[in-house]
């Protein structure tokens, strides 16, 4: 069996960060699940066996490796103030949408369980915050969090930097940004769904 793949980066040199409350970012996917967090790590976990994908198994094998992501994820986000979970992406076409959507679902579940507050950006509130555009290729995302948020080292993998703007947003949203961002970029936290919680 093919084990979890596991990506991990550090602060660079030197690098700081505004204090403030600690928020993890959450861009699930079986293959590629993208964490950020405000104490400036990024993790990107997932399956790792493209010659026997997941969506390809008996069920019986599919869950145990879904739910062995699952719970790699989940020790990973660890008990933050804030989860900000990328919303899901229902109009994405191909295989394993069942899967992904299996994966969201218990990753929203489990830190409702354990009464952390969660709150959801969407895609669209994702590239806007980002780049001051509500839509672009995950190229232009990439550029913005190298730019603006220089201290995570992401590796320029997309599902580490699309976990760092959600984060982001949400430090923003707690009114504790991480950087002065501009009114464009800032509409995307006044539009995302936040819980009901003391700021």
């Not at 690098?15 to 699930?28: C, L, N, Q, R, Y």
């Not at 929203?108 to 839509?135: C, H, W």
Request: glycine content about 10%; hydrophobic content about 40%.
């Amino acid at each position: 069996m093919k084990s979890i793949h596991l990506f991990e980066s550090v602060l660079e040199p030197g690098a700081e960060i505004p204090p403030g409350p600690h928020v993890v970012g959450v861009d699930s996917s079986l293959s590629a699940s993208g964490l950020a967090s405000s104490e400036g790590w990024c993790r990107v976990i997932g399956y790792e066996d493209k010659k026997n994908p997941i969506t390809k198994m008996p069920h019986p094998e599919r869950l145990f490796h879904m739910r062995r992501v699952l719970d790699a994820v989940m020790e990973a986000i660890g008990r933050p103030d804030l989860a900000v979970m990328e919303g899901a992406a229902l109009s994405r076409s191909g295989g394993g949408a069942h899967e992904r959507g299996w994966l969201w679902w218990r990753i929203y579940e489990r830190l409702t369980d354990a009464e952390i507050p969660v709150g959801f950006v969407s895609t669209n509130q994702r590239i806007l915050y980002a780049t001051g555009k509500g839509s672009g290729p995950k190229t232009a995302v990439v550029d913005a969090v190298a730019r603006r948020w220089p201290q995570w080292r992401t590796g320029g993998n997309d599902n580490a930097c699309d976990a760092v703007t959600v984060m982001a947003a949400g430090r923003d949203w707690l009114l504790a940004p991480i950087t002065t961002m501009p009114k464009a970029h800032r509409a995307a936290v006044e539009k995302a769904t936040w819980p009901e919680v003391q700021r």
